[in-house]
């Protein structure tokens, strides 16, 4: 049930759907009065929301500072999660989404030897399964990649990040590696709440993030004044991010 409330309720979380149910308010309402305070809001959360430098240091307090490969020691294995593709099943190709960075990354710790084992979980994070649980693809496309068979477990029964830590356990505890120390490699802005679910299951995990959300540079001081739909439409990732850790406190996933 708390899988397909938060998939339903996501969408409320959107800064553009709220400006449109005020524009669509300021519409439909007769009495000026309430109009112009419906249109007046609206205004202002597209000005605040649009605005680059504000989701530039918002999205870095909440992420925190990107981790130097160059520092990590050796791991038992790296833990990499999905929600970084699926599959086209009438090309039958997979189809990477802007969260493909957290592979790329993992890739490159493994083959600087950070460590000998790679793990991937994550199957389907849609209501409607209509194609292949990203495991299944993914573990094919490791290889491809030159990781050798024996070196990648993966596990394509979870669905969100609580139960990504849940199945990674079960998979550890089966090879009897649960004691080991582990790489955790995922988005920026979804890491604390990673870290959280992981570290509940007792699984000892350093902290890997990627595909930081915040850019390189603070935009210079003239892009500031100049609204920004890329950062309008991206506040929504925080917001789902922030109640998703939020409720998974109140449920002690955290």
Same mark, same amino acid.
């Given at each position: ?39 007046? !809001? ?22 925190? $500072? &990107? ?12 833990? &990499? ?22 592979? &790329?990354? !993992?890739? $490159? ?13 994550? *199957?389907? *994070?849609?209501?409607?399964?209509? $194609? ?20 990648? #477990? ?10 990504? !830590? ?32 992981? #570290?509940? #299951? ?11 959300? #915040? ?40």
């Amino acid at each position: 049930m708390f899988f397909i409330l938060s998939k339903i309720l996501s969408f409320l979380l959107s800064p553009i759907w709220w400006i449109t149910v005020l524009l669509l308010a300021f519409l439909i309402l007769k009495k000026y009065a309430k109009r112009k305070r419906f249109l007046i !809001a609206s205004l202002v959360i597209l000005l605040l929301f649009s605005n680059p430098l504000l989701f530039y240091h918002v999205s870095g307090w909440w992420e925190g $500072e &990107l981790q130097n490969p160059a520092t990590l020691e050796q791991h038992d294995g790296i833990i &990499l999660l999905g929600g970084l593709s699926n599959y086209r099943s009438k090309p039958q190709r997979i189809h990477f989404n802007s969260s493909a960075d957290r592979l &790329l990354q !993992a890739v $490159e710790l493994y083959k600087k030897g950070k460590a000998n084992t790679f793990v991937f979980t994550g *199957g389907a *994070g849609s209501l409607i399964v209509r $194609e292949k649980k990203e495991g299944e693809y993914i573990k094919d496309y490791l290889e491809l990649l030159d990781i050798p068979k024996e070196s990648i #477990q993966v596990e394509w029964n979870s669905r969100n990040t609580h139960e990504n !830590a849940f199945e990674t356990l079960k998979l550890l505890q089966a090879k009897d590696r649960q004691n080991g120390r582990y790489i955790l490699v995922t988005s920026g802005f979804h890491m604390k709440r990673a870290l959280g679910c992981f #570290q509940k #299951q007792g699984i000892h995990v350093t902290p890997y993030a990627t595909a930081p959300l #915040q850019g390189n540079l603070p935009p210079e001081i003239w892009d500031s004044f100049t609204p920004s739909a890329s950062a309008l439409a991206t506040w929504e990732q925080l917001f789902r991010e922030w109640v998703g850790y939020f409720v998974y406190k109140m449920k002690g996933y955290v």
